[in-house]
């Protein structure tokens, strides 16, 4: 049997909290460990963190986590597991940085242990070679992760596209992408989010004269809203402010955080005379000025969304702003965006989420870019990583168009034990494994049966039901008390129902009626049935007994 694992906590099977581990008889190694965000129904939940059971089960051979780069769905989760078990991270300079500015909000008193990693240059972490590859994507100083192992090399391209001209002019260095497939990669876990998408994305470069031309055009203020994390547009945005006579300035915390931090660090390089904090741009002439602002995904608490409902003192939307989302939606975001971009229009701006040349571009690889990884590194076995199962399914399907053996791609879901040999790979039975709800103002999980509550008070609110029963006699002192919140029901309807508990608790014998516990189960099922009958809701059911 081999001894060499492969197992996705998080990632696989949806996009967000990545979290993969590769595992030998020693050692255990993290591959990232990010965040996703909750479904509409998951009341009061903040982020989405994978479950650590595992890692923490088999802790002794955990060895440290490998971070491919600093966005959310790859780091978002490290001060939830650093508090539990306090490993070392391997990471790049700018990886770092972010992450250290994370943690000094989220886990102060975690004392981190960071170790630079440099591409090109192979590490140990126990008795795994670990090698970064510097790769492109949205963010820079992004690294594919190779293991060597004994069994082949296991490649992780992290998220990637094949960027022809980033803005900070690294390129992907496919050179040794080569060099590896020529050595023998045994898997490739292959980022698949943008699959469904024919030829080649856009250089990153390419949104800058298109962000250029509108700062000229524009005879209003300009604000620019995108990802928090992404530095070459900001960057970008920098440059053709200058170039258009304009200003920039930042609304967000999260935003002026990192542009400060990336600045001091020199990743983003822009003359002090070229910024201007928030309270002199509101002062400044419109067409001197362009705002970045966070928001760009219809979040209610960030900038542009309390803009658009005219609750940011800082900054007013005026009749002629121009609003440019630099910015795709994030799938399931949509309802949320349109609604801030509905209400800025309502207050005079004028929204561009389109034009006719690129004001946005993905960080991830379309099909050609693909098909180019998957011919340098010519993998043995893959796997479709960072996307939801037809996301997978696209990937597996077009592999096997180039001619790849269907039984060597693997559709591994969160759980998946695959265990790779020389020989043979396969999927064993799934490890501990799930999703745990965290809400961020107390910074504690929230159980499944609590979302459930959640979910039944949202939908149909709450019945609370009193009776006070007299102990001595085993009667009741009086008639049943109903307290409704939430629900749509008529007094009536409430009166119907307490005359039907009360025949049916007259049957009751004085023993059972003063026996609380009993009783209050009893109330909890004919409530629940007459409560249906009377207003066909299914409200959350409060039976309080009282004792005199
Ligand atoms: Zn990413
Ligand atoms: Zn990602």
Redesign the pocket.
Known sequence: MSLLKVIPLGGTGEIGKNCTLVETENDIVIVDCGISFPHEEHYGVDIVIPDFSYILANKEKVRGIVLT?A?E??VGALSYLLTQLNLPLYCTPLTEAMVRMKLEERARNVEVNIQRMTPGEKFKMGQLEVEPVKIT???PE?SAIAFHTTEGIILFTA?FKFDKAPVDKILTDEKRLKELGEEGVLLLLCDSTNVDRKGWSNSESEVGPSLKEIFKTSEGRVLVTQFSSNIHRMQQICDSAKAAGRKVSIAGRRMEMTFNMCRRLGYINVEREDTVNIEEAVKMPNNKIVIIVTGSQGEPKAALSQMSRREYSRVKIKKGDTIVYSARPIPGNEGGIWRVVNNLIRQGANVITDYATPIHTS?HASQDEIKHMYELTKPFYVAPVHGEPRHQRSMSNLMVEWGHAEHRIFMLENGDQLHIGEESAWIDEVVDFGEVFIDQNSNSPVSESVLRQRHVLAHDGVFVLSIVVDRKHGELVSRPRADIRGMNATAKDIEDVLDDLCTILSKYQPSELSSPDYIAGQILEAASKLVWRSTRQKPLILPIVEMI
């Open positions: 780069h966005h769905d790859h994507h949205s963010i992004t998220d960080g």
